[in-house]
């Protein structure tokens, strides 16, 4: 048998597709997060910037909500070209770029100043130039804040207050570590499983930013939430490099402009639920704990640095450190 005419086929097919690519004026952004959240307002800005560069020759169609799948699928989409933009959080970016998990250590970020400078910086710039070898074009860094501990069961304060609590944690080995060394049993998972979890009672304790908690009601299924800001949580803008490849030099311009302008929009979507945002849980009917003992907190996730910092970038760690100084 002839294997000719197959890969004569086969690569028909694959011009067919490149071709497709070329000339294709639709994209997919797809984030997991609710439309009117901050990561969509975020998408919102992006398409609107992209718009308005390209004269309306290039539409982004905003998928929220998960429905093109969980962020692992959105990013393995963007691998094999199904999925042309996303925004996700960083838990399952490390799967993909390990020394992206050298921006989740617990407490090594002192605020969003400093961590603005810091991703938008040199260190930002060195960290998205690693997607590219996975397939992936890291466009900017975006936000989702400061973590935060809800849960159903009782007032947190201390690490001791966590132990055996059942919590939801991204799937981020340093993360999940983090809060095994606080005494609670994580549980990792994707977002786009919480929610009903938590209904169901599956899981007793989530953590988020504050955006994250009110965007999603959480107040429907958690009555408290304690503010440790225990880790600053970046979010980051990629695209499939297979698109990307099929873009010319000022289409690429247009894409990195319409990140900085998504990422614009929901910093500041953050900054005012910050702002607001403890006041709209108390409204909701959430006790708010402000009386944390973070002393105990870091040191308690002092054996996590000892176990993975080597691993995933002690030098980036400690250049990290020493810009904030």
């Known amino acids: 048998?002839?294997?000719?005419?197959?890969?004569?086929?086969?690569?028909?097919?694959?011009?067919?597709?490149?071709?497709?690519?070329?000339?294709?004026?639709?994209?997919?952004?797809?984030?997991?997060?609710?439309?009117?959240?901050?990561?969509?307002?975020?998408?919102?800005?992006?398409?609107?910037?992209?718009?308005?560069?390209?004269?309306?020759?290039?539409?982004?169609?905003?998928?929220?909500?998960?429905?093109?799948?969980?962020?692992?699928?959105?990013?393995?989409?963007?691998?094999i070209g199904t999925i042309e933009l996303a925004l996700t959080s960083t838990g399952p970016v490390g799967s993909f770029v390990p020394e992206i998990y050298a921006l989740d250590f617990p407490f090594l970020f002192k605020d969003y100043d400093s961590a603005h400078k810091i991703l938008d910086g040199e260190i930002g710039d060195e960290l998205l130039a690693k997607f590219e070898?996975?397939?992936m074009i890291g466009l900017a860094w975006s936000e989702n804040g400061f973590r935060h501990i809800t849960n159903s069961k009782h007032p947190i304060k201390t690490p001791a207050d966590l132990a055996g609590l059942k919590i939801r944690t991204m799937e981020n080995q340093v993360h999940i570590d983090a809060f095994q060394e606080m005494g609670a049993s994580p549980t990792p998972m994707s977002w786009t499983e919480v929610l009903t979890s938590l209904q169901q009672g599956t899981i007793d304790a989530q953590e988020?930013?504050?955006?994250?908690?009110?965007?999603?009601?959480?107040?429907?299924?958690?009555?408290?939430?304690?503010?440790?800001?225990?880790?600053?949580?970046?979010?980051?803008?990629?695209?499939?490099?297979?698109?990307?490849?099929?873009?010319?030099?000022?289409?690429?311009?247009?894409?990195?402009?319409?990140?900085?302008?998504?990422?614009?929009?929901?910093?500041?979507?953050?900054?005012?639920?910050?702002?607001?945002?403890?006041?709209?849980?108390?409204?909701?009917?959430?006790?708010?704990i402000t009386d944390v003992d973070k002393k105990a907190f870091q040191d308690a996730v002092q054996p996590t640095y000892e176990k993975y910092a080597g691993q995933y970038g002690k030098e980036m760690i400690e250049r990290i450190r020493a810009a904030q100084e």
């Open 1 to 79: 048998m002839s294997f000719r005419p197959l890969l004569v086929g086969a690569l028909m097919a694959s011009s067919a597709f490149i071709a497709t690519l070329a000339e294709a004026k639709d994209m997919n952004f797809a984030f997991v997060t609710p439309a009117d959240g901050h990561y969509g307002q975020g998408a919102k800005a992006f398409a609107a910037k992209m718009e308005e560069l390209s004269n309306g020759e290039i539409t982004i169609n905003l998928k929220s909500g998960g429905s093109l799948g969980g962020e692992r699928e959105l990013l393995e989409g963007e691998q």
């Open 133 to 135: 070898d996975k397939g």
């Open 208 to 288: 988020n930013p504050i955006p994250i908690i009110v965007s999603n009601n959480m107040w429907d299924m958690q009555k408290y939430v304690t503010l440790t800001g225990h880790v600053y949580s970046p979010a980051v803008i990629t695209m499939s490099k297979i698109h990307w490849d099929q873009l010319s030099e000022e289409e690429k311009g247009w894409m990195k402009e319409a990140a900085k302008a998504g990422v614009e929009a929901t910093r500041k979507v953050v900054a005012e639920n910050e702002a607001n945002g403890v006041e709209t849980m108390r409204e909701n009917g959430m006790d708010v």
